[in-house]
């Protein structure tokens, strides 16, 4: 088992850029997949990015391809999604979940095994 904690939302004008970060307890994060999500007000979660165990494979949601980067460091435990020239449409709640069968290319929701509590990203305009 996991637990995943995210911080490092908050406030930012659009094209600005915000670096999330999501810290792992536990000593098997590397057997993890692990991938970022968001669910804006009255919308459901969606997927945002995805790495495998190793960091060398990602995948992204097309709205943010370009502007957002996922990477990961297993040495410390902990995943980031960087992410840059940030738009009103990326207000949401941003979570990161982990997968346990290594599938980066998993982008369901039901498809991750464990989930942090959520950061709140406001993007002004």
């Known amino acids: 088992q996991v637990q995943l904690v995210e911080s490092g939302g908050g406030l930012v004008q659009a094209g600005g850029s915000l670096r999330l970060s999501c810290a792992a307890s536990?000593?098997?994060?590397?057997?993890?997949?692990m991938g970022w999500f968001r669910q804006a007000p009255g919308k459901e979660r969606e997927f945002v990015a995805a790495?495998?165990?190793?960091?060398?494979?990602?995948n992204y949601a097309d709205s943010v391809k370009g502007r957002f980067t996922i990477s990961r460091d297993n040495t410390e435990n902990t995943v980031y999604l960087q992410m840059n020239s940030l738009k009103p449409e990326d207000t949401a709640v941003y979570y990161c979940?982990?997968?346990?069968?290594?599938?980066?290319?998993?982008?369901?929701?039901?498809?991750?095994?464990?989930w942090g509590q959520g950061t709140q990203v406001t993007v002004s305009s």
């Open positions: 979940a982990a997968e346990s069968s290594g599938n980066y290319y998993y982008t369901r929701v039901y498809q991750y095994d464990y």
């Open positions: 790495i495998s165990r190793s960091g060398g494979n990602t």
């Open positions: 536990g000593r098997t994060f590397s057997s993890y997949a």
